[in-house]
C-alpha cells in the first residue's frame, strides 16, 4: 500500500546510494541505534541501505556528518511506513464506523416491520445511538467523518483537522460507500425472513407498488411511506411534499448536523469544557436523532449521501 503521499523507499535508498558509494571508510564504527535502525527497515528498502548496515556491523564507518544523514534518511522511511499504516487504518475505520450506522440505523427501520415499534422517535433514537457508537469507535484512527457529506465539508471549512487533500477526501468517500454497502448487505441477511414475513400479513408482491412499505428500509422517499395515506396510516399524499421541497429539507438537516459538528469540535468552544470532551460523539448522535424526530415524516431523513 503506497498512499498517494509516500515518498517510494527505492528513493531513499538511491539517496544513501548517492552519498556513501564513493565515500572512503575511516574506520569509526556506526552507532550501534544506526545498526538497530537497519534491522527495522522494511523488506523492500533497498539493497544500497540494507549493504550500508551490514558494512556498519563489519566494522566500516564513514564521516560522522554523513552517518547523521543516513539516520536521518532511515528514520524518514519508518515514518513513511508508519504513515501507510495510519492512512490504512483511517480508510479502514471510516469503512466500519459507517457500516455501523447502516446496522444499527437502516437495521431499526427494518426492525419495525416486525412491529417491536411505535412511533418515529424509538427508531430516532436507535439511529443516534448507533452514530455516537460509531464515532466513538472510530474517532481516533480517521476523525470519524462517517458520511460524505461531512468529508466534503472539512476538505472545504477545516482540511487541517484531519489533515485533508482532495485525494484523501475520495479515498474516505470510498471507504464510506463501501461500508454502507455491506452493512445493507448485512442487513438484508439478518431481516431477510422478518421482510418476508412482513409481505405476506401485508398481501405485498415485490416489485408491486405497495412494495415500497419495505424498500423503504433500504432507500429514501417522500413522503414517507408509512405515513402517507396510500401506503400508510398518515395524513400525506404524493402532492404534499415536491421533488423541491424533499431536496430543501434534506440540504437544511445536512446543514444543522454538519453545523452541529464543527461547533461542538471546535477547539475554541469551551462549552462541553476539557473534562466533558469525550460527550462530544454523545451529542452529535443526540442532534442526528432531533433531526429525524423532526424531518423524517417528510423525507426519511437521510443526512447521509
Not at 27 to 38: A, E, I, N, V, W
Not at 132 to 146: D, Q
Not at 191 to 214: D, L
Amino acid at each position: 500500500l503506497k498512499p498517494f503521499w509516500r515518498k517510494p523507499v527505492w528513493a531513499l535508498s538511491w539517496q544513501v546510494e548517492s552519498r556513501f558509494s564513493h565515500t572512503p571508510a575511516l574506520g569509526c564504527p556506526l552507532s550501534s541505534s544506526l545498526q538497530k535502525k537497519k534491522k527495522r527497515m522494511p523488506m523492500n528498502a533497498g539493497v544500497d541501505v540494507v549493504e550500508l548496515g551490514d558494512a556498519a556491523e563489519k566494522g566500516a564507518c564513514y564521516p560522522a556528518d554523513n552517518t547523521v544523514q543516513v539516520a536521518q534518511v532511515l528514520e524518514l522511511a519508518e515514518e513513511e511506513e508508519t504513515r501507510a499504516v495510519k492512512f490504512a487504518r483511517a480508510l479502514l475505520a471510516e469503512a466500519f464506523g459507517t457500516a455501523m450506522i447502516v446496522l444499527f440505523g437502516c437495521g431499526s427501520v427494518c426492525s419495525t416491520l416486525s412491529g417491536a415499534y411505535q412511533g418515529i422517535w424509538q427508531v430516532a433514537i436507535v439511529w443516534g445511538f448507533g452514530v455516537a457508537l460509531a464515532i466513538y469507535s472510530t474517532a481516533e484512527a480517521s476523525g470519524a467523518h462517517l458520511n460524505p457529506a461531512i468529508t466534503l465539508a472539512f476538505q472545504l471549512i477545516r482540511p487541517q483537522a484531519h489533515g485533508m487533500t482532495p485525494l484523501k477526501s475520495l479515498a474516505y468517500v470510498a471507504a464510506q460507500f463501501a461500508g454502507a454497502i455491506v452493512g445493507a448487505i448485512i442487513n438484508l441477511a439478518v431481516y431477510s425472513n422478518t421482510i418476508e414475513a412482513f409481505e405476506r400479513e401485508n398481501g405485498i408482491v415485490r416489485g408491486e407498488p405497495n412494495s415500497i412499505k419495505t424498500a423503504s428500509a433500504f432507500g429514501e422517499y417522500f413522503p414517507n411511506p408509512g405515513l402517507s395515506k396510500e401506503y400508510g396510516g398518515g395524513p400525506y399524499v404524493q402532492d404534499d411534499v415536491s421533488m423541491g421541497k424533499a431536496l430543501f429539507v434534506e440540504a437544511w438537516g445536512t446543514f444543522i448536523l454538519a453545523f452541529v459538528v464543527f461547533g461542538i469540535t471546535n477547539k475554541h468552544n469551551k462549552a462541553l469544557g476539557d473534562a466533558a470532551r469525550p460527550g462530544v460523539p454523545f451529542m452529535i448522535g443526540a442532534t442526528v436523532a432531533v433531526l429525524l424526530a423532526l424531518y423524517a415524516p417528510i423525507t426519511q431523513a437521510g443526512w447521509n449521501p
